[in-house]
């Protein structure tokens, strides 16, 4: 088994932040009601004048200053030592590029930004998480992110949008799991879906407690 791992969104828990980011822009007039979730968040906010732009900056914010205050979805934690107890490779390919599309003077660098957030949960530390840091890939495009995977011969891929399994170069050999909290994509992914990472982490590892 080698296991590939997707960054936003999967290892990260970026819906609190976002809604906390979203409210704080006075875009609406009951921030109170609006929907939880990325999902129903990014339609909501499209819909507004201006909507693309609105959440592209937005998105520009949430993955570039503010991802420090992102912490670890639950139970990744338990699935990375359960894996490292199994001897089970595991490789991060993340679809980003090194600067956001409304970040035009290229003040922050997604990709350093996001290996510094991997640093600071302790990844790479060999009493932590113990993930070799060439086992860390980052790709402009979601098709070389299916390349990826494909020559890393992963067995399995971890993601959150169903999106990435649909590509044509994603590789029939890897079996998509996907990570669905909130079971906004489940009816859309070709795979098995879970609602957290503990779940997948038995489905994998049926001894794991």
Known sequence: ???GIDF?????DMDPLLATLVRAQGWFAHPETLPEGKTALRQTIRALDDGEVKWQRLQATLYGPELYRAPLRTGAEHFFHTARQHRIPLFIVSHKTRYARQDEAQRHDLRALATDWLARQGFFDPHGFNLPEDHLFFTDTRAEKARRIDQ???THFIDDLPELFAEPDFPATTTPLLLDP???HRADSPGATFPDWYALTRSLFPDAP
């Open 182 to 184: 909130t079971g906004t």
């Open 1 to 3: 088994m080698r296991i």
């Open 8 to 12: 936003d969104n999967t290892l990260t």
């Open 152 to 154: 890393l011969n992963c």
